[in-house]
Structure formats: C-alpha cells, structure tokens
C-alpha cells in the first residue's frame, strides 16, 4: 500500500511548481522579443542625409533609404539653443518634407533602395501666437529668429538639423544634416544673412547639446508623454476656466517649453476681468 506524501512535500511542490512556471514565462516573453527585435531588424529602414543646398532658409535635401523599411512623414527639424535663453520661451517645430517630382502618397516618403532623392523642406521654429489665433504657434524663420537674437543681445546661438520620420513599425528613423553642432553670433548676423549664407560659422565637434532630443526614442519616453496629456485631459475637467495644453519641447528640443501660453491665457483673463469690472462701475 503507498503512503500518502507529508503535508510539507505537497506544499513545497506546488511552491516550486509556480516558481517553473514563473521562470518559463519571463523565459517565452524574453524569446518572443527577441524574435520580435529580430524581425523588426530585417525591415528596418536606414536613412541618410546625403546632400543639402540652403536656399535662404529653404533647402533641397537628398534622401537616401539603406535600409529595407520604408520611412513616411519625413520632415525637417530644427534645433536651437541660444545664450539668451529665448529657446526656453519658442518651441520645436518640424516642417514636412515634399519630395521633389512626385504628388500624391509618394510626396512624403521614401522606400527601401532609393538613393538621391530630392525633398524640399523649410528650417522654422516656433512662437507662440495671440490668444484670438486660431492656433497657438506661429512659424519663424531661422533667419528671423537669429535677427531677433541680435536684438536680445545674444552672442552664441547654437543649431542642428535634422531629417526625421517614421517606419511602419511606428519606430522612429532620422539623420543630421550635420553630425557636429554648429554656431553663430547673431550680433554678426545681418539682414542679408540666412542659412544660406551664414556670418563665420563654427562647427563644434564634441557637443553634446542637442543629445537628449535624439535619444527620446526609448518606449519610457512614449509612456511619460501618455501619462502626462491624460494628466493634463484630467485637470481640465477640474479646471475647466483654464484651457490647459500639454506643453511642447522648446526650441532646443530637450525640454518642455516655458509655460508662456498659459501665461498669455492668464493675462488675457485678467485684462477682461477689469474690463468687465470698469463696465459695472461705470454703468
């Protein structure tokens, strides 16, 4: 006759018995992205800024697709970071590329195998509009915004460039028009200056400014920009005097942009309370 197990083997073996299944699913999970990374990799595209003529603040950019994915809703950024710190107040903007010789769903994209593309784009930057704007930023031209740096007193506005988009996967794909940070002094900057024809560049080669803009490709960044606009959705509906927006990253693309639209809202709301208030005493 067999005996029956203690009550302690039971117990240890139901216990090890969850551990292996524990140890065999973070086993799968780790295999299937793995498989997953690998899969993606085969149809990964791979862009590189080939060429660039600047006309004035336009440019003509030459694409070339290395890779075997294709990459859509290209267009071009531009970073900037000045000593007067007015990026802080100015906000990333991206204009979208038109590819040169095609209309219709080929006007934006580039597929696997194509080399020398022609794109044509425009640098700009963002400022911020006035409240009875349909929207809350306006374009400014590089040239434009350097001008306005010399009248800040600004002495070193450093910028980049860069071609960004995006693969079918949702992964982003990008290059720089230029691998080293450049710089200008917009005291030198005249009016007949441009992107074009810039006053005594000077190329910095260990620069690490724009840095955290091209590393905000990581899946933390995509989840703490989700928790902050429902954050933002949310205190809406408890303050619903105030149109809060997520904020942007500024013109340096490294972090959020000061908090100048709300600002501008709060200021407007003020002046109308004592417009409202003087038409009461005067009535």
């Known amino acids: 006759m067999i005996s029956t197990p203690p009550s302690w083997l039971q117990q ?3 216990v090890i018995a969850g551990i292996g299944t524990v140890v065999l699913t973070i086993f799968l999970v780790l295999l299937y992205k793995r498989q997953s990374s690998q899969l993606e990799a085969q149809h990964e595209a791979v862009l590189e800024v080939t060429d660039v003529e600047w006309y004035g603040d336009n440019a003509i950019i ?5 890779g075997n994915g294709v990459v859509k809703d290209l267009r071009l ?10 990026h802080r107040n100015h906000a990333l903007r991206a204009n979208a590329l038109k590819r040169i010789g095609k209309g219709g769903e080929w006007t934006n994209i580039i597929r696997p195998g ?3 593309i022609p794109f044509h784009g425009t640098s700009q930057i963002g400022k911020h509009a006035h409240k009875d704007w349909p929207s809350d930023w306006l374009t400014l031209k590089f040239s434009n915004y350097a001008r306005n740096e010399k009248g800040r007193g600004a002495t070193e506005l450093k910028y980049t460039h860069a071609v960004m988009g995006s693969e079918l996967s949702g992964n982003s794909s990008w290059d720089r028009i230029n691998p080293m940070t450049e710089s200008i002094n917009p005291q030198d900057f005249g009016a007949d200056n441009s992107l074009e024809n810039l006053p005594r560049k000077t190329s910095h080669g260990m620069d690490d400014t724009f840095l ?3 590393s905000r490709t990581s899946l933390l960044w995509d989840w703490t920009t989700y928790i902050y606009v429902k954050s933002i ?4 509906r408890i303050i619903p005097m105030i149109s809060l927006r997520p904020r942007v990253l500024d013109a340096s693309g490294t972090r959020r942009v ?3 639209l709300l600002k501008r809202d709060l200021k407007y709301l003020l002046k109308e309370n004592r417009v409202s208030q003087r038409f009461v005493g005067d009535s």
């Open 12 to 14: 240890w073996s139901e």
């Open 62 to 66: 030459w694409l070339s697709n290395f």
């Open 77 to 86: 950024t531009t970073l900037v970071k000045s000593d007067s710190g007015s």
């Open 114 to 116: 194509e080399e020398e």
């Open 212 to 214: 955290k803009f091209f």
């Open 233 to 236: 959705r949310g205190l809406n």
């Open 258 to 260: 000061k908090r100048v």
